[in-house]
């Protein structure tokens, strides 16, 4: 015998796991240093969200970034993007680890397309930005970079998720009879 169905109470300890790994993302994007552009052929040029940084080897002459208005906007929203974020998570353990709280979804979904936002406008004014003034030949964007895409797309597909779950209350407290998607026999 085979079946399949959905298991909603499962939901309660993936969905603030998933937010974690955001989290997670979200701060080794903020800090990585290694650089979120770096040039393509020789190597001699990075810039992370903070510096950009030229040379060889062990000769590296770097310089901040925050003396551009742009890299300062893509700086604090990307940190007003994860604090939200951690108030999501934070609220999310409390909304289904530790009981069940079905009105606190909707406003944790609220707060992750919120930093969704926040966070897609600064993934986007750095490559603009970064192409318009410091641009000097071909560049690969970096795992940091990905890194700070992958928490937003964790973050958009919970609060997406967030927002659809109290429509199954009795689902994910346990109530509801499961239904399978497909039996056999």
Not at 65 to 80: P, R, T, Y
Not at 90 to 101: F, K, M, P, Q, R
Request: aromatic share 14%.
């Amino acid at each position: 015998m085979f079946r399949c169905g959905i298991s909603y109470p499962r939901c309660r300890w993936i969905l603030p796991l998933l937010l974690l790994f955001a989290v997670i993302f979200d701060i080794i994007a903020i800090a990585a240093q290694s650089g979120w552009v770096e040039d393509q052929g020789a190597k001699s040029h990075y810039a992370s969200m903070w510096q950009q940084c030229r040379g060889r080897n062990d000769n590296w002459e770097c310089k901040s970034l925050m003396e551009f208005s742009w890299a300062q906007a893509v700086a604090a929203l990307m940190i007003i993007g994860l604090i939200i974020l951690i108030l999501a998570f934070i609220i999310s353990l409390v909304a289904l680890c530790c009981s069940l709280n079905i009105t606190l979804l909707p406003v944790i979904g609220g707060l992750l397309i919120v930093a969704v936002i926040i966070q897609i406008i600064a993934l986007i004014i750095y490559p603009i930005k970064f192409n318009e003034i410091i641009y000097e030949g071909y560049y690969d964007y970096t795992w940091a970079y990905g890194f700070g895409w992958g928490a937003t797309i964790l973050m958009l597909g919970c609060g997406i998720l967030f927002c659809c779950l109290p429509r199954f209350e009795d689902e994910l407290s346990g109530m509801a009879k499961t239904k399978y998607i497909y039996t056999s026999a």
